[in-house]
Structures are given as C-alpha cells and as structure tokens.
Nanobody, 114 residues
C-alpha cells in the first residue's frame, strides 16, 4: 500500500483546510486509516483515526469539534476537514494506514499565517 496526500498549505487562524489521502494500489481497505501530525521539536501525535469500518472514530482532544475525518471506501480515500484552525495546528500532517507493518504518507505541510 502507498499513501499519497494532497491539500494542505497556508491558512490564517480561524480558517479552514482540507487534506486528503489516497491509498493505492487497488485492494482491500480493511484497516484503520487516519492522520497524525508533527511539529518541530515535538513528537508525532494522532489527530484523527477512522476504524476500518468507518464507525470507530477517535480525535485528539484539542481538535474535537473542529476537525472531521471521513472515508470514501469506493475511492480508497480518507479526508480531514479542518475548521477554526489555530496557530498550534500548524504542523506536518501524515496519512496513516494500520497495515502490517504500518504505512505512512510522505507528509503534507499545514502552515499558519499571521
């Protein structure tokens, strides 16, 4: 499995952004998928994880009510809609798939602007 991310970019505080991740090649998507992020000098943290069936969803406490994760099983994509962005949301966001071993995307930058 390979994960290809898109979206991201520069956003002002309070703004919105959407990042997407496509899993390829075609095949089973019966695994958890989601997003992690990492800021300079900090460890990687789980932002939002969607269970393999799309039913179990876990959010980082600090993004609850602002971020929404969704999956399109037909297109093998996972999206993260980020609203009401805060300066502390600026980070490199990584798509994740709970394959064995785990698979990571290359990372996509979300940068805050003043």
């Amino acid at each position: 499995v390979q994960l290809v991310e898109s979206g991201g970019g520069l956003v002002q505080a309070g703004g919105s952004l959407n990042v997407s991740c496509v899993a390829s090649p075609d095949g089973s998507t019966v695994y958890d998928m989601g997003w992690y992020r990492q800021s300079p000098g900090k460890g990687r943290e789980a932002v939002a994880i969607s269970g393999w069936d799309g039913e179990r969803i876990i959010y980082l406490d600090s993004v609850k009510g602002r971020f929404t994760i969704s999956r399109d099983f037909t297109k093998k994509t996972v999206h993260l809609q980020m609203n009401s962005l805060k300066p502390e949301d600026a980070a490199t966001y990584y798509c994740y798939a709970a394959t064995a071993p785990s698979t990571w995307g290359q990372g996509i930058q979300v940068t805050g602007s003043s």
